[in-house]
């Protein structure tokens, strides 16, 4: 039986998926002790040592469940299907959760890297640490909710909130991090061990236009609010000042009315910026009232701020 199963989403995009695969299939770590699941809604060639299991959920939640139900391995890996590993992740994988049978969740470090090859990389702990949800803005700072690919956790630790996550759409790995975090312990460990792949294209197409920026960030504000509302199903209370920004970040966003106090505001813990300050937090409250042809001043700075960013990584 092997010991890691590795599950690999796929959904319509498959131009980088081999690559994926190959980065799995080229592991220090022996084959007999990983195996590899894809979990794909399109036809995919055959290869020797890979599992492909056909589905056509579209959203990452469902899909994740469904390979984690047939995976035969005490541990999990993820790999979207642009992302890769380096040679050397399953094997510290292995010897991590070998060792400590109290550690539900191992998070590394990312390597990003874009088409044009410029690199850049995730802050790195002096050394491995542990981290519980006392550790929270550590946590935050080495981005335990972050990048799916970067997190590796145990099967039957997740087992009894798979219903939720299925209902999860876009923020697996926010879901997954938090939900390890505040019911076990986490390692992050102090070296990169797989490459995020940053698409300008896809970003550059995101930004095209500020009307095509703002119907983005819409749609993806109001999924990830629904996401974070079914993390807050799953562990109520304790995530209370994350689920509250994402309520304060839909607010802004969205033309539909929610619900938020600024008691509840106030009481949030932006995930981008753990120590933002109270003036901050207060100025995007009180601008989540604002008509919506004023909203549009915001976004238009956001806009030219998401800008910048993308000269800088190009």
């Not at 490459?195 to 930004?207: D, E």
Request: charged share 30%.
């Amino acid at each position: 039986m092997p010991y890691i199963s590795v599950i690999i989403p796929v959904y319509n995009r498959t131009q980088y998926v081999g690559e994926a695969i190959n980065s799995v299939l080229n592991q220090t770590l022996s084959r007999d002790k990983y195996e590899i699941i894809v979990v794909s809604n399109v036809d995919l060639p055959e290869r020797e040592g890979v599992r492909i299991i056909k589905s056509n959920e579209r959203w990452q939640g469902p899909k994740f469940a469904q390979g984690i139900e047939e995976a035969k391995g005490e541990i999990i890996s993820i790999l979207d299907d642009d992302d890769l590993f380096l040679p050397n992740k399953l094997e510290v994988v292995y010897k991590v959760f070998k060792e400590n049978e109290k550690v539900g969740l191992f998070k590394n470090p990312i390597k990003w890297a874009n088409e044009l090859g410029k690199e850049w990389l995730d802050p790195l702990p002096r050394e491995p640490i542990m981290l519980t949800s006392k550790d929270l803005i550590e946590a935050i700072r080495y981005k335990v909710w972050f990048n799916s690919s970067s997190l590796s956790f145990r099967k039957r630790d997740i087992l009894n909130y798979l219903d939720c996550l299925k209902e999860v759409k876009l923020i697996i790995d926010a879901f997954i991090g938090f939900l390890f975090l505040f019911t076990s312990k986490a390692v992050v460990w102090n070296q990169p061990l797989s490459i995020y792949r940053v698409l300008s294209i896809s970003t550059s197409r995101k930004l095209s236009s500020l009307y095509q920026y703002i119907e983005h960030e819409s749609t993806l504000e109001r999924i990830a609010y629904e996401d974070y509302m079914t993390l807050y199903k799953a562990l109520g209370s304790e995530v209370e000042k994350i689920v509250n920004y994402q309520k304060l970040i839909t607010k802004l966003w969205s033309k539909e009315p929610i619900k938020l106090s600024l008691k509840e505001a106030l009481n949030s813990l932006p995930l981008d910026d753990p120590k933002a300050s109270k003036l901050k937090i207060l100025s995007l409250y009180f601008a989540s009232f604002l008509p919506y042809f004023m909203k549009k001043v915001v976004y238009k700075r956001f806009y030219e701020k998401e800008l910048k960013k993308l000269k800088l990584q190009t």
